[in-house]
């Protein structure tokens, strides 16, 4: 069992292409998950995973990983771990930042992330 904890986020836009809690525009976080090949990485994020291991997993070539594990970094939904390596620096690590999405248009686009914390 870990020790991490969640958090639930709430970012709505506003009109202007911002988000109102500092987390990232809502619209970006949808158009992720309406794109195939990031949904393919986010799932395949379950521990951390360098690119390589991330793209032979989701059947993807490796640029096509980097640029959308990228965008899957800067929109929040997965984060970059280094390991600890007694000899030279080891290649970066990538996993879910995020245990939950859950996107709401009544208005407003709204989405809700659960995020765990280690």
């Known amino acids: 069992m870990s020790a991490s904890t969640t958090r639930e986020d709430r970012a709505s836009r506003n009109g ?3 988000s109102d809690s500092g ?3 809502p619209a970006t976080v949808v158009e992720l998950l309406a794109d195939d090949d990031a949904v393919r990485l986010f799932r395949a994020a379950t ?4 690119v390589s291991t991330l793209a032979e997993e989701s059947e993807l070539p ?3 990983t980097y640029r959308k594990v990228e ?3 800067a929109a929040g939904l997965l984060r ?3 390991p600890y390596s007694s000899g030279g620096t080891p290649p970066a690590q990538y996993e879910r930042s995020v245990e ?3 996107v709401t248009l009544d208005g407003d686009l709204t989405v809700r992330v659960r995020r765990t914390e280690a």
């Open 71 to 73: 965008k899957l970094e």
């Open 80 to 82: 970059r771990v280094t």
């Open 100 to 102: 939950a999405v859950s």
């Open 23 to 25: 987390l990232p525009d």
């Open 47 to 50: 521990k951390p995973k360098p």
């Open 16 to 18: 202007d292409g911002r």
């Open 62 to 64: 490796l640029s096509t």
